[in-house]
């Protein structure tokens, strides 16, 4: 189950990004696929020269990323990334550089997002006092071709695992089924 070599879980803050991949990578782990969950926030603590949140810092972020996906999936282990992941034009990137880049995009409405949010991000934001919040004054470009969208306000954790589940496993029938052809 190698393939595919790459999942991506994106999605603007407090969507259940880093919920969603943690029973993803559980499930997987259970189903004895060796994976390792890169999760943004985290990835971000371990690197001494700290980024910020604008645009050019979150780009940066993301190259990060993609060089622990690389070093990850070069030893046969399976990363699955959490992160905002906001800019199209980043993404179109990945579906590039990565042989089976497999990407579930989280949408949730605002209200149900500003309900979650632990970190105070968005009211902050929305009132001036707080800058370089995604979906707030940094954009979250609509992704164009996700292989999964859910929106997870309107299902659990479980409900949003088993639909993730099923389109792996779908997408990953069908990568190994052309990779034999």
Not at 141 to 168: G, K
Request: a neutral charge; one cysteine or more.
């Amino acid at each position: 189950m190698l393939e595919p070599r790459s999942v991506w879980i994106i999605g603007p803050p407090c969507a259940g990004k880093t919920t969603l991949a943690r029973l993803f990578v559980k499930r997987l782990r259970d189903n004895g696929q060796p994976c390792i969950l890169l999760d943004g926030d985290e990835v971000r603590d371990v690197f001494e020269n700290k980024l910020g949140y604008d645009p050019a810092s979150r780009r940066k972020q993301t190259a990060r990323i993609k060089k622990l996906v690389r070093l990850v999936a070069s030893g046969d282990v399976l990363p699955v990334v959490a992160i905002i992941h906001p800019f199209e034009d980043d993404r179109a990137k990945c579906r590039e550089e990565f042989p089976a880049y497999f990407e579930t995009a989280l949408a949730c409405n605002m209200k149900e997002l500003i309900r979650r949010d632990t970190k105070k991000l968005y009211l902050p934001a929305m009132q001036g006092k707080k800058r370089h919040v995604v979906g707030v004054d940094i954009p979250f470009d609509e992704p164009r071709n996700p292989d999964l969208t859910i929106h997870s306000e309107e299902m659990t954790p479980e409900e949003m695992l088993e639909m993730l589940w099923t389109a792996f496993m779908d997408f990953s029938d069908t990568k190994s089924k052309l990779a034999q052809s």
